[in-house]
């Protein structure tokens, strides 16, 4: 009696592998949470990143949230202090909040990420540590070789060193700065280094500026704007009567 051959269908990784579910998002061996400038400056740039080309709901921005890059090696992670990713839901299935980003489950890699440097992490941000076969790649290589991140970003605070990195055939390669950063064609924005005050805090912040140079507005530092300019026009229609002979105060009421 012959052998009867039977075809073999492997399920996709999406069905079988570790979901955002099983996967860990903080790391038990990493206690503590990040410093305060790495609380404030990747919500600034959560609130300005709004590129005019795509809806809020066409993009999903990250902050200290685990990162897994590697379908064969489904535990190993990068947690970038800020990234974006174009076309996908800003809740995962237009549903839940993500608990981790997961790029198998995904389908769709970051077109951005953004680390600030701290003592002790720059030459595994900037891929200057040599890598021990046995170990996960550094965040250079899986941002440039594995996912394959069109810009990198990086800051350090302690002397408002800028760095930007721009994925060109199959490698990294800096990125010419303009007037006030750099220009992403793609989403029609560009992330520059802006001097001014957010959250009582006055330094050098790392923000995303629109064409012709103008800084992309908070929703507080819009809802100043449009209070100020209320203000103008009362101030305005005040000076008009009064220009007429009329009294606002008598005429309120």
């Given at each position: 009696m012959g052998m009867v051959s039977q075809e073999f269908h492997p399920l996709p990784p999406r069905d079988v592998l570790p979901t955002m579910y099983d996967l860990p998002s903080e790391n038990p061996e990493e206690p503590g949470l990040p410093d305060e400038f790495h609380l404030r400056q990747p919500e600034l740039l959560r609130l300005t990143f709004r590129p005019p080309t795509y809806g809020e709901d066409e993009l999903f921005t990250a902050s200290d949230l685990n990162l897994y890059y590697d379908v064969r090696h489904p535990q190993w992670?990068?947690?970038?202090?800020w990234f974006a990713v174009l076309g996908v839901p800003k809740l995962y299935e237009e549903r839940d909040l993500r608990l981790s980003y997961v790029t198998w489950q995904e389908g769709v890699y970051p077109f951005v990420a953004v680390e600030l440097l701290s003592p002790g992490t720059e030459a595994e941000d900037l891929g200057r540590r040599l890598r021990d076969m046995s170990q996960p790649p550094n965040?250079?290589?899986?941002?440039?070789?594995?996912?394959?991140?069109?810009?990198?970003?990086?800051?350090?605070?302690y002397t408002d060193e800028f760095q930007a990195f721009g994925l060109t055939t199959n490698s990294y390669q800096p990125l010419p700065m303009e007037s006030l950063g750099v220009w992403?064609?793609?989403?029609?924005?560009?992330?520059g280094l802006w001097e001014g005050t957010y959250q009582g805090i006055s330094r050098r912040w790392l923000r995303w500026y629109r064409q012709g140079g103008h800084w992309v507005l908070t929703p507080e530092e819009l809802e100043r704007e449009r209070a100020n300019r209320?203000?103008?026009e009362v101030r305005r229609l005040r000076d008009r009567l009064q220009q007429l002979g009329l009294n606002p105060d008598e005429l309120q009421g």
């Open positions: 992670y990068k947690r970038p202090d965040k250079w290589t899986v941002y440039e070789q594995i996912l394959r991140i069109p810009y990198y970003f990086v800051f350090n605070r992403l064609e793609e989403v029609q924005l560009g992330l209320a203000e103008e």
